[in-house]
Every structure is written in C-alpha cells, then in structure tokens.
C-alpha cells in the first residue's frame, strides 16, 4: 500500500512569497501569470496568514524589483511563437492569456518582414505549398490554408505561402517583405 503525503501546510505571507520567488527564478513570467499562479496555490492549500492574501502587493513588488518585465516576456514569448511558425493572431491570444496588456501587445506586434517570415517557417515544417514532398491536389491544398489560418496567418499570407510553385518563390516573397519594412 502506497503511503499517501500529508496534507501540504496552508500558506503564509512569507511561504506565498517564497512560492513566488521560486516561480519566477524558474520560468519567464508576466505579472498577471504569477498571480493566477499564487491564486492556485492558495486554492489547493490555503490561507492562513492575517488580512487577505497578498497577492497583488507581492506581483507589483516583484516587477519594481525587476523580476517580473511584461515587456520583455510579451518580446521573448512573441519571437519564440513567430520562430515556430504561428501567426499574429495566435501571438496575440497567447499574449492575451498571459495577461499582457493590449498597449504591450501593439509595442510587441511582428512586422511585416517577421510575419511572412513565420509563414514560411511553418510551410517548411510541415511541409505545405512549394515544400511538399507530392503534388499537392485541390483537397490538401485547401487543408493547408486551413492550417495556416489556424495558426494565425493572414489568409493573404496564407496564400501566398501555398501558392507559391517553388521554394525560391517563397523565399523571395519573403525577402520582398524585407523591403517593406
């Protein structure tokens, strides 16, 4: 028979902070995620400090001391996104869900250069358009763009993308974004 663990101990003002501590040495993080954060651990522990947990106090002292940067998190967290071939739209709910402000979201947002750049990261990964390994019939073609919208991309980039008939044709309408910027 397996033993089971003790109940955890509820929290405290300085157990809560050093939860939050501990959480924000270890993982990038927005000031609105590390207060969902601590809202779970109280839920699954509970309070027993004095006056309302402190949630917000500790949040905002963690970004006065630099440990917590929106801005940087919404940068870091958009690149690695567009990097993996998701679209603006899909950078934008992420951002969104991780409690960045809309302000911070438009200081963020992907230029042309790095959109058309990211639709291109996604043909190459999963194969689609001029990187298919066949030719490619009306049906998947379709499938396709629908999996670029998916992900985020502009239909125009969406069809671009699929459109193109070589690699050298995608690459060069991405190298022509370049120029817009």
């Known amino acids: 028979m397996a033993q089971s663990r003790p109940d955890p101990k509820p929290l405290d003002a300085i157990r809560l902070e050093q939860l939050a ?78 409690g960045i402000e809309e302000s911070l979201r438009e200081n963020v947002r992907a230029g042309e250069r790095e959109q058309r750049q990211a639709a291109l990261a996604m043909a190459k990964k999963r194969r689609f358009g001029p990187y298919a390994r066949e030719e490619v019939d009306k049906a998947r073609r379709e499938k396709q763009i629908a999996a670029m919208l998916r992900a985020g991309h502009a239909m125009d980039h969406a069809l671009q993308m699929i459109n193109a008939r070589t690699q050298e044709a995608a690459e060069q309408w991405v190298a022509e974004g370049m120029d817009e910027v």
């Open 21 to 98: 501590l501990a959480y924000v040495a270890r993982f990038a993080t927005s000031q609105a995620k590390v207060a969902a954060y601590l809202s779970r651990k109280l839920r699954e522990r509970g309070w027993e400090g004095e006056g309302p947990p402190p949630i917000a106090e500790i949040a905002e002292r963690f970004v006065a001391a630099g440990y917590i940067d929106d801005e940087a998190y919404a940068r870091a967290k958009s690149g690695s996104l567009l990097r993996r071939g998701y679209g603006m739209r899909r950078v934008g709910q992420a951002l969104s869900a991780a």
